[in-house]
């Protein structure tokens, strides 16, 4: 099975810092590689696709980057909205994985 | 509008049953793999189980092979999760989740529901 790390656990910003979140896969998933947002008490909220295609509705600052076995989301300019926690998600294989998720904090 | 609403969750004693529902409407629920995902209370996401469009294919997680059962009702656009021999480790919300697929290989999911909690205790 494909392991997928995220880095850093937390993270503490503020509004209107640019924010990069990381994550890492056991193997090269190529860019088969989904990142998604999720609000306290609310369902996960499909950001990026294939590693840096924007979903339709997401915001333009957010962006992602990346192939083989490392990939980052982007926040460029932090939005009180978008305190969350973040997750990656890789589907190279039949049994897809998810990162372990990146809380994104006030500071 | 896409919507996924699921039901069915609550407090079962470990050993027991619980059949979870999805009910989708928005969009062609039978052109669509779809999935169940869980997360246990403060942990990350995890893949459950999923089937094909007409239900003809199924595939699960392997900590709930030949406990849990994916199901679906393409003429009431429904997705169902049978859950059996539960224990502790199930407790989790559990999302319904529309599968996006390309020739046959499973991506990502597109569309969520607002989750269904499951509680294992005695």
């Known amino acids: 099975d494909i392991q997928m790390t995220q880095s850093p656990s937390t993270l503490s910003a503020s509004v209107g810092d640019r924010v990069t979140i990381t994550c890492r896969a056991s193997?090269?998933?190529?860019?088969?590689l989904a990142w998604y947002q999720q609000r306290p008490g609310k369902a996960p909220n499909l950001l990026i696709y294939?590693?840096?295609s924007l979903e339709s509705g997401v915001p333009s600052r957010f962006s992602g980057s990346g192939s083989g076995t490392e990939f980052t989301l982007t926040i460029s300019s932090l939005q009180p909205d978008d305190f969350a926690t973040y997750y990656c998600?890789?589907?190279?294989?039949?049994?897809?994985?998810f990162g372990q998720g990146t809380k994104v904090e006030i500071k | 509008e896409v919507q996924l609403v699921e039901s069915g969750g609550g407090l079962v004693q470990p050993g027991g049953s619980l059949r979870l529902s999805c009910a989708a409407s928005?969009?062609?629920?039978?052109?669509?793999?779809m999935s169940w995902v869980r997360q246990a209370p403060g942990k990350g996401l995890e893949w459950v189980a999923n089937t094909k469009q007409d239900g003809s294919e199924q595939y699960s997680v392997d900590s709930v092979k030949g406990r849990f059962t994916i199901s679906r009702d393409n003429a009431n656009n429904s997705l169902f999760l049978q859950m059996n021999s539960l224990r502790a480790e199930d407790t989790a919300v559990y999302y319904c989740?529309?599968?996006?697929?390309?020739?046959?290989?499973?991506?990502?999911?597109?569309?969520w529901g607002q989750g269904t909690l499951v509680t294992v205790s005695s």
């Open positions: 193997q090269s998933i190529a860019g088969w």
């Open positions: 928005g969009f062609t629920f039978k052109d669509y793999w």
């Open positions: 989740a529309r599968d996006v697929t390309n020739w046959g290989s499973l991506y990502y999911f597109d569309q």
């Open positions: 294939k590693a840096s």
């Open positions: 998600q890789q589907y190279s294989s039949f049994s897809r994985s």
